[in-house]
């Protein structure tokens, strides 16, 4: 089964969010299981850095509006996995973010640097860019990625199959109607069963209209994606598809993410050993300037700060979680309005809250080992990877009942205590009242050190690994074979 999965991001070469952690993950877990498995990414600066000495597999010439294209070949640093590199220095190398300018806007070229990419994975699908290797299965990530299960649908004479993964359907890749033309696509797709969307041209359409199948990362938000609530005007469209999209839950890479080798933590330590936590959690106070507090519950935030991961739920609740004993350590960035009101509470609260406005990935491993609990009070959340991270870790998450949150931890209940399978505090409403019912719970827990430690084995007890949802995926992939 020869499989190319088609992304903008990879960790840890260009990296938004938890995209760019299953872009390396899990494309190495199925290799592990005996896939011939390729990927296709675009040649941004720090992809090119890490992939000097590559081979030109073909010198497409110009398209999309940049003189010289070209596809190079060579391998991922880390599992060495063979890796399609579009080089278009127009497009591509420039500095920001791979979807905005370092003012935060989005590349006004967007449209035609997403294009590319899929029209390239189209190509490699038809045998007419690598006469070497052909894909059997496209799979696109998100809607950078989308566009390859149009072109492949419309322009490839190819027998390969399209699987389009949504990580987060917030994100749609929406462009104007007007440079259309640019796509070179046919008429017909210009309408609402095509990529038409309310008068604009969506790139997560094509994936949701085109793909043979679609899945996205967890069981719970493939139903939510269904609804009204969370289908971000695209429920319809999801409802129409004659099949409905597959949950298949994201895994963690357990090389990166485990506290008995993290070579960023103070000590190490495992579910047996778990007084190397305690010293990460003290190594963890000092590094913050938080007060060496023993009884406080130290809550860790490691996120975008961003309306979806509901942290303005956690602001409102701050004051009273503060006066029950709670230290808050925040790291991350996004929404200004945001990053002010951490900082604010930063200054009106010092001791007990630290917070660091960037990006830091050993900083973040640092957080998830030294904290007794990590909160994801999202608002919506496809997967999310840091519940699991602090599950590992033995970091207890407090996390509302929602996408893959919901599939991920279990509340600790009178009854899923007794029965051991219990990892975690777990609210429903997404307000500041229901957060603090569950932090009080945490907090009530925590005072317990015999109930606390159960909790924390069964978190680290839990099977993360992306062998499974590699499983999962080999079965799709071979169930849309088998049909072609
Ligand atoms: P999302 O993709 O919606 O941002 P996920 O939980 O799936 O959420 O993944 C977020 C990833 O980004 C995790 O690997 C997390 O550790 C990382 N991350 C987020 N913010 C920061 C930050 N400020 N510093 C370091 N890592 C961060
Ligand atoms: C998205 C989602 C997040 C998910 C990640 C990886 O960014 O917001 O929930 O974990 O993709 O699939």
């Given at each position: 089964?020869?499989?190319?999965?088609?992304?903008?991001?990879?960790?840890?070469?260009?990296?938004?969010?938890?995209?760019?952690?299953?872009?390396?993950?899990?494309?190495?877990?199925?290799?592990?299981?005996?896939?011939?498995?390729?990927?296709?990414?675009?040649?941004?600066?720090?992809?090119?850095?890490?992939?000097?000495?590559?081979?030109?597999?073909?010198?497409?010439?110009?398209?999309?509006?940049?003189?010289?294209?070209?596809?190079?070949?060579?391998r991922?640093?880390?599992?060495?996995?063979?890796?399609?590199?579009?080089?278009?220095?127009?497009?591509?190398?420039?500095?920001?973010?791979?979807?905005?300018?370092?003012?935060?806007?989005?590349?006004?070229?967007?449209?035609?640097?997403?294009?590319?990419?899929?029209?390239?994975?189209?190509?490699?699908?038809?045998?007419?860019?690598?006469?070497?290797?052909?894909?059997?299965?496209?799979?696109?990530?998100?809607?950078?990625?989308?566009?390859?299960?149009?072109?492949?649908?419309e322009?490839?004479?190819?027998?390969?199959a399209?699987?389009?993964?949504?990580?987060?359907?917030?994100?749609?890749?929406?462009?104007?109607?007007?440079?259309?033309?640019?796509?070179?696509?046919?008429?017909?797709?210009?309408?609402?069963?095509?990529?038409e969307?309310?008068?604009?041209?969506?790139?997560?359409?094509?994936?949701?209209?085109?793909?043979?199948?679609?899945?996205?990362?967890?069981?719970?938000?493939?139903?939510?994606?269904?609804?009204?609530?969370?289908?971000c005007?695209?429920?319809?469209?999801?409802?129409?598809?004659?099949?409905?999209?597959?949950?298949?839950?994201?895994?963690?890479?357990?090389?990166?993410?485990?506290?008995?080798?993290?070579?960023?933590?103070?000590?190490?330590?495992?579910a047996?050993?778990?007084?190397?936590?305690?010293?990460?959690?003290?190594?963890?106070?000092?590094?913050?300037?938080?007060?060496?507090?023993?009884?406080?519950?130290?809550?860790?935030?490691?996120?975008?700060?961003?309306?979806?991961?509901g942290?303005?739920l956690?602001?409102?609740?701050?004051?009273?979680?503060?006066?029950?004993?709670?230290q808050?350590?925040?790291?991350?960035?996004?929404?200004?309005?945001?990053?002010?009101?951490f900082?604010?509470?930063?200054?009106?609260h010092?001791?007990?809250?630290?917070?660091?406005?960037?990006?830091?990935?050993?900083?973040?491993?640092?957080?998830?080992?030294?904290?007794?609990?990590?909160?994801?009070?999202?608002?919506?959340?496809?997967?999310?990877?840091?519940?699991?991270?602090?599950?590992?870790?033995?970091?207890?998450?407090?996390?509302?009942?929602?996408?893959?949150?919901?599939?991920?931890?279990?509340?600790?209940?009178?009854?899923?205590?007794?029965d051991?399978?219990?990892?975690?505090?777990?609210?429903?409403?997404?307000?500041?009242?229901?957060?603090?019912?569950?932090?009080?719970?945490?907090?009530?827990?925590?005072?317990?050190?015999?109930?606390?430690?159960?909790?924390?084995?069964?978190?680290?007890?839990?099977?993360?690994?992306?062998?499974?949802?590699?499983?999962?995926?080999?079965?799709?992939?071979?169930?849309?074979?088998?049909?072609?």
């Amino acid at each position: 089964m020869k499989v190319l999965h088609v992304a903008a991001e990879v960790f840890p070469l260009v990296k938004t969010g938890g995209l760019a952690d299953v872009v390396a993950a899990l494309p190495p877990a199925q290799a592990q299981q005996g896939a011939d498995v390729r990927l296709l990414l675009p040649g941004l600066p720090a992809v090119l850095d890490a992939v000097q000495g590559a081979r030109c597999v073909i010198d497409i010439g110009s398209c999309f509006g940049a003189m010289r294209v070209r596809l190079l070949l060579a391998r991922m640093p880390g599992h060495r996995l063979p890796v399609y590199v579009v080089d278009a220095p127009y497009l591509y190398r420039r500095g920001g973010s791979p979807y905005q300018d370092p003012q935060g806007e989005e590349w006004p070229d967007n449209l035609q640097r997403f294009a590319l990419l899929g029209w390239v994975a189209a190509h490699l699908a038809a045998e007419d860019a690598d006469p070497q290797w052909a894909p059997d299965i496209v799979h696109a990530h998100d809607w950078h990625a989308a566009m390859a299960c149009a072109y492949v649908a419309e322009h490839a004479p190819t027998r390969a199959a399209t699987v389009y993964t949504v990580h987060n359907l917030a994100f749609q890749g929406l462009f104007q109607m007007h440079d259309w033309p640019m796509l070179g696509l046919a008429s017909r797709l210009m309408s609402p069963s095509g990529l038409e969307y309310h008068g604009q041209l969506s790139f997560m359409k094509a994936g949701l209209a085109f793909a043979d199948a679609v899945t996205t990362v967890s069981p719970s938000y493939a139903r939510e994606v269904a609804t009204h609530e969370f289908g971000c005007g695209l429920d319809g469209v999801i409802r129409g598809r004659i099949e409905p999209v597959v949950g298949i839950l994201n895994g963690i890479d357990e090389a990166v993410w485990d506290p008995a080798t993290d070579p960023a933590i103070a000590q190490r330590y495992d579910a047996e050993r778990m007084d190397g936590k305690r010293a990460c959690r003290l190594a963890l106070q000092r590094e913050l300037g938080l007060d060496a507090d023993d009884d406080a519950l130290l809550v860790a935030i490691v996120s975008r700060l961003t309306s979806q991961k509901g942290l303005d739920l956690l602001l409102a609740a701050l004051p009273s979680l503060l006066a029950q004993g709670v230290q808050l350590a925040v790291q991350g960035t996004g929404e200004p309005a945001l990053e002010a009101a951490f900082r604010m509470a930063q200054q009106a609260h010092p001791g007990r809250v630290q917070v660091h406005i960037g990006y830091d990935e050993a900083r973040a491993h640092r957080l998830v080992a030294g904290a007794d609990v990590i909160a994801v009070p999202s608002r919506f959340e496809p997967c999310g990877l840091t519940q699991m991270y602090g599950l590992r870790y033995g970091t207890l998450p407090l996390v509302r009942r929602v996408g893959g949150l919901a599939d991920t931890v279990v509340d600790a209940t009178p009854e899923r205590q007794a029965d051991g399978s219990a990892t975690g505090f777990v609210f429903d409403a997404p307000s500041a009242a229901a957060l603090e019912g569950a932090a009080a719970r945490a907090l009530a827990l925590r005072r317990d050190p015999a109930r606390w430690r159960a909790l924390q084995v069964a978190a680290m007890a839990r099977e993360l690994s992306w062998a499974g949802p590699a499983r999962a995926y080999r079965a799709l992939y071979e169930r849309l074979c088998a049909a072609a």
